[in-house]
């Protein structure tokens, strides 16, 4: 027969007796228990890399990489988005001069007609589209207030479209294209003297 443990009873009415306890007898639950340091009377340490703790510092290094990873695709985007625009500038550049001269030659003419004005207007917003959307911030946000004044105006019927729409629209395209001149500017790299 095996002996677990052994167990003693104070008692006040009855002497101090022993009693053995069987391992067929104890529950299972109990003997599979693995004793703690406490149990045992040795002293407890403090371990920095217990499993409990390398699990959890695991899980957040986890999310950690996940959020890093979100980050750099991110900023890759960006920076492909502006590599873009670089080497579409001088495009947009010439695609916007010959909307401007074609809204000049629409307007100069002695008969305004609408609807060439709103169809070079329609091709125009296109492109200021792509420049909205890839562009440096001040260019990007001269564009976006261009298109938006594009977008009112387009929407009213064509014969409503007044030829001191068309001059203020023309204006603005002409700022953007200065905006752009300047990016060209920008992009080139002068030597240090």
């Not at 002996?3 to 639950?29: F, L």
């Not at 699990?55 to 590599?83: H, P, R």
């Not at 564009?143 to 023309?170: C, H, M, S, W």
């Not at 920008?186 to 003297?193: E, G, H, L």
Request: with cysteine.
């Amino acid at each position: 027969m095996q002996s677990i443990s052994t167990i003693k009873a104070n008692s006040p009415h009855s002497a101090q007796t022993s009693t053995t306890v069987d391992a067929n007898d104890m529950p299972q639950s109990d003997m599979t228990r693995p004793e703690t340091r406490e149990e045992t009377g040795q002293p407890t340490e403090l371990s920095f890399l217990s499993k409990d703790r390398v699990a959890v510092a695991a899980d957040w290094m986890s999310i950690l990489g996940i959020f890093l990873t979100l980050y750099t695709a991110l900023k890759v985007m960006c920076l492909s988005q502006q590599y873009l625009f670089a080497g579409r500038v001088r495009d947009y550049k010439k695609q916007i001069s010959s909307h401007c001269k074609d809204l000049n030659t629409q307007l100069a003419s002695g008969q305004f007609t609408h609807a060439p004005a709103a169809a070079t207007l329609v091709i125009c917003l296109t492109v200021i589209k792509r420049i909205a959307k890839t562009g440096p911030d001040d260019t990007r946000k001269n564009a976006k207030l261009i298109r938006q004044k594009i977008k009112i105006g387009l929407k009213q019927p064509a014969r409503n479209i007044t030829r001191d729409f068309v001059v203020e629209i023309q204006r603005e395209l002409r700022g953007l294209e200065e905006d752009l001149a300047h990016n060209i500017k920008d992009q080139k790299i002068t030597p240090q003297r």
